[in-house]
């Protein structure tokens, strides 16, 4: 069973960036569509962004511009860019297929925040 281990979360101002990782125990990323996720305190899981095995790249309409995916396939791992963070982006995110198909990762919590 594939097992997925987000990082690179923690404590940033407005305006400030992060770049979160998320590693894969197996070569899903040339098979599988994987994405980002984050649930905010109190709310649902929300979808953010996803790339495709071939690369493409899609966002949320309340991340375009500030945040990119991204992937290195030799590594098993995905990335997630966030850039002109906003108080609303305080979540913890998740990484897993578009389809959700394997185990929730215990994720890692972005707080932002001045």
């Known amino acids: 069973q594939v097992q997925l281990v987000e990082s690179g979360g923690g404590l940033v101002q407005p305006g400030g960036s992060l770049r979160l990782s998320c590693a894969a125990s197996?070569?899903?990323?040339?098979?599988?569509?994987m994405g980002w996720y984050r649930q905010a305190p109190g709310k649902q899981r929300e979808y953010v962004a996803h790339?495709?095995?071939?690369?493409?790249?899609f966002y949320a309409d309340s991340v375009k511009g500030r945040f990119t995916i991204s992937r290195d396939t030799a590594k098993n791992t995905m990335y997630l860019q966030m850039n002109s963070l906003k108080p609303d982006d305080t979540a913890v995110y998740y990484c897993?297929?578009?389809?959700?198909?394997?185990?929730w990762g215990q994720g890692t919590r972005v707080t932002v925040s001045s």
């Open positions: 897993n297929s578009i389809t959700q198909y394997y185990p």
């Open positions: 197996g070569s899903i990323f040339r098979i599988k569509h």
């Open positions: 790339i495709t095995s071939d690369g493409n790249t």
